[in-house]
């Protein structure tokens, strides 16, 4: 079992950054991938970015290529999510989630994961 908690969130002009942090519990977080989600109101969820378990290969949203990066330390059982030039259109509820499995598909299935944390609110505004 692993529980997730996300931190960071809050309220941003856009052009701004954010940091977003997810901390894992348990022993075993540097065995499982790691992804980020975000939805939006009245939006389905949707895939944002994941990491491999060493955080040798990262994966990316189009929307968000360029602009965000995702990093884990599995010392301290996090994975981060940078977030600059952010724009109004990146305000949702974003939610970590990690994977147990390795994916053939990026992660980017909600499918591919087993565990969710709570999500936090980023809001950008104009």
């Known amino acids: 079992q692993v529980q997730l908690v996300e931190s960071g969130g809050g309220l941003v002009q856009a052009g701004g950054s954010l940091r977003l942090s997810c901390a894992a519990s348990?022993?075993?977080?540097?065995?499982?991938?790691m992804g980020w989600f975000r939805q939006a109101p009245g939006k389905e969820r949707e895939f944002v970015a994941a990491i491999s378990w060493s955080g040798g290969s990262t994966y990316y949203a189009a929307s968000v290529r360029g602009r965000y990066r995702i990093s884990r330390d599995n010392a301290k059982n996090t994975v981060y999510l940078q977030m600059n030039s952010l724009r109004p259109e990146d305000t949702a509820v974003y939610t970590c989630?990690?994977?147990?499995?390795?994916?053939?598909?990026?992660?980017?299935?909600?499918?591919?994961?087993?565990?969710w944390g709570q999500g936090t609110q980023i809001t950008v505004s104009s």
């Open positions: 989630a990690a994977a147990r499995r390795e994916s053939s598909l990026y992660y980017t299935p909600e499918t591919e994961y087993d565990y």
């Open positions: 348990g022993r075993t977080f540097s065995s499982y991938a």
